[in-house]
């Protein structure tokens, strides 16, 4: 299957410092990635939809300004947690997709303390 | 809006079998499910595209019936390493937005 990669693995992080995740697709050219957060326990909710070349589409709820999406090129999306606080500790997991198949990096686990 | 994924856990004798179903109120295009081990990704098992469609992956298979708007994956002669969380992921389009189910806990004991 396709290979999605995620950097960190893991980020500590002091309360309003800002942390950036990388995603990218090895082995294939993704013109869309999506951002998923899990709490623990708990589903992978979708935060929103990056798209190549043009703004991401957010997820009702998600605060645009907060958690910044960009999508500079077909194998790269990354997201930044600005100003980041406790309650935005979570595992976060990116994904992309080839024919009709969603595979998914290794995920990011934050914590912000 | 989320499927809803029954049961919510299970444990299960190795070589025993499990049956975990995934219901949706909408119509839908596509049914992927995923297998996540404690504190790792997802990973991909199958997907199912058309109505009627059943898929098998060695002992792990899944049906997708598109009238009632649910797909249930089987476990057959359940190994340890089938221990894991279940996700089922829906998509209503083929844009591939997956909305994933609230999972099931499946867990293998010798």
């Known amino acids: 299957g396709a290979v999605v990669s995620q950097h960190p693995s893991r980020v500590i992080c002091k309360s309003g410092t800002s942390v950036k995740i990388e995603c990218r697709s090895l082995d294939f050219q993704a013109t869309t990635m999506f951002w998923y957060r899990q709490f623990p326990k708990q589903s992978l909710m979708l935060m929103a939809t990056?798209?190549?070349?043009?703004?991401?589409?957010?997820e009702q709820g998600v605060e645009k300004d907060k958690f910044l999406i960009n999508h500079a090129s077909l194998t790269l999306s990354t997201l930044t947690v600005t100003s980041a606080h406790p309650e935005d500790s979570s595992f976060y997991i990116c994904?992309?997709?080839?024919?009709?198949?969603?595979?998914f990096g290794p995920g990011t686990r934050l914590t912000v303390l | 809006q989320q499927p809803v994924q029954s049961p919510q856990a299970v444990i299960l004798r190795e070589g025993e079998d499990a049956v975990i179903n995934c219901s949706s109120s909408k119509a839908l295009y596509s049914v992927h499910w995923y297998r996540q081990k404690h504190g790792e990704a997802p990973v991909f098992l199958m997907i199912?595209?058309?109505?009627?469609e059943q898929k098998g992956h060695e002992k792990i298979s899944a049906s997708f019936n598109e009238k009632k708007q649910q797909s249930s994956l089987y476990l057959t002669a359940s190994q340890l390493s089938y221990s894991g969380t279940y996700f089922c992921?829906?998509?209503?389009?083929?844009?591939?937005?997956?909305?994933f189910g609230g999972g099931t806990r499946l867990m293998v004991k010798p």
């Open positions: 994904s992309a997709t080839v024919t009709d198949t969603q595979y």
């Open positions: 199912l595209l058309k109505g009627g």
């Open positions: 990056s798209n190549e070349g043009s703004k991401a589409t957010y």
């Open positions: 992921g829906t998509a209503n389009n083929a844009g591939n937005m997956l909305t």
